[in-house]
């Protein structure tokens, strides 16, 4: 396999976010971390490396899909595009899922017939989450029509078990086994089937605000149009509550490339293609919560790219002690971006520049940017930059993704 001189490429970001809710627990609270003795906003590294990758597949062409109703995709397959009776793809669908490795559990029996469901489903799930290019699904659809006639004269007996599966768990599990370049960039954890497993090739860190922030409670009311209209009495259809805060979000990003590349087992040029696209949908994408009711699409005020040989650097605890407002007018972008360009020298001086290759940056800010490299002007330029540098003398061959 190839050297990649540049092995780590570090993507930082310095992203303004007016108000907002991008990422809330599971009581709908803003999320957040007390770090250097105050409380930051908080966004899960979950959250946004899911931004993330719908942002790439969309730009890709590629869809990878995360599921335990696989047994429903393969039914809804056969029954759309090759016209099969619902109840003999539905079969096929449990059939391909209790003899997958991974195995399957029939859905969960109502003790009263009339009780609510609750968001369960009535269709047999595979036991598991799998992670698999959403062509699989017409592979495992083509696995059933191969095995028609058995799955036809299959029985029903009233609990069906792997014993009583007429398609051959070996088939399954090499279709379970398939990637494309989502899976290969963002790994998958399939630990039931063997050989399954992809080591992600990026690292993507929890962020936070750079300085402190405070949770703000928006009280909202929907008014009910014909009250309104008839006037006859007062008050609203609904209220309720929702928290929001707002605040200068700093964001570490890492691409692995020598990973990348053995994840792909091929040559170069698609391991480019695949981490520029990363890269992009790093700088790029955002959460959706609540993007109806706050809309807040900003981009980021900084990206800085760094290519290192050695080791990744976050340069995360330029923040530790939270930035104030106040320097160059007032606000907590300028600030932020002279805090992260002051570490970015502090630590190139502390460990010295021999295993870093490259570091540029790209920004709307006129804060000093003296310490993060060679300013460009847009973020095209700055990811070709990084990319140059990290596969220089590295022999580019073309291949599938």
């Known amino acids: 396999m190839t050297p990649i001189p540049g092995r780590f490429i ?9 108000f907002a809710n991008l990422n809330r627990d599971d009581t709908n609270a803003i999320k957040t971390v007390r770090w250097g003795g105050a409380d930051r906003t908080r966004v899960s590294s979950q959250c946004w490396k899911r931004a993330m990758r719908l942002h790439l597949q969309q730009h890709l062409g590629q869809t990878a899909l995360r599921t335990r109703r696989l047994p429903e995709l393969i039914a809804q397959h056969l029954q759309n595009h090759h016209a099969w009776p619902a109840d003999l793809a539905e079969r096929a669908g449990r059939h391909i899922a209790v003899a997958s490795s ?4 029939a859905p969960k029996k109502k003790k009263d017939e009339n009780a609510e469901s609750n968001g369960a489903s009535n269709a047999w799930a595979t036991a598991a989450m799998v992670y698999i290019p959403a062509a699989a699904v017409a592979e495992l659809a083509e696995l059933a029509i191969e095995h028609r006639e058995k799955l036809e004269d299959a029985k029903e007996p009233a609990k069906f078990e792997r014993k009583h599966v007429v398609i051959p768990t070996d088939k399954v599990d090499a279709i379970l086994r398939s990637r494309n370049g989502i899976i290969n960039l963002f790994g998958r954890m399939l630990a039931q089937v063997d ?5 992600g090739a990026v690292q993507v860190a929890h962020c936070f605000t750079t300085h402190a922030t405070d949770t703000e409670v928006d009280y909202f009311s929907a008014v ?20 929001h805060s707002a605040g200068v979000l700093y964001r570490n990003i890492v691409v692995d490339l020598q990973d990348l590349h053995r994840n792909l087992g091929g040559g170069l040029a698609d391991t480019r293609e695949l981490a520029a696209g990363v890269i992009r949908a790093a700088l790029l994408s955002l959460p959706h919560a609540k993007k109806n009711s706050t809309a807040p699409n900003t ?9 290192r040989a050695d080791r990744p ?4 605890a330029a923040f530790e002690k939270p930035v104030a407002a106040g320097y160059s007018g007032g606000g907590h972008t300028d600030p932020s971006v002279k805090a992260l360009s002051d570490y970015a ?11 870093l290759l490259h570091h540029a940056h790209a920004t709307l800010s006129t804060a000093d940017t003296s310490g993060l490299g060679e300013r460009v002007p847009s973020f095209d330029a700055l990811i070709d930059g990084a990319l140059d540098s990290a596969l220089d003398g590295a022999v580019l061959v073309k291949e599938t993704v």
């Open 10 to 18: 570090e993507v930082h970001v310095l992203q303004p976010i007016p």
């Open 102 to 105: 991974v195995g399957a559990e």
């Open 195 to 199: 050989e399954a497993k992809v080591d």
């Open 224 to 243: 009910d149009d014909v009250t309104s209209e008839w006037a006859d009495t007062t008050g609203s259809a609904h209220m309720g509550h929702a928290e």
């Open 299 to 307: 981009i980021p005020a900084l990206a800085h790219l760094t290519v």
């Open 313 to 316: 650097v976050s340069y995360a």
């Open 345 to 355: 020298t502090a630590v190139n001086g502390l460990l010295g520049t021999s295993g």
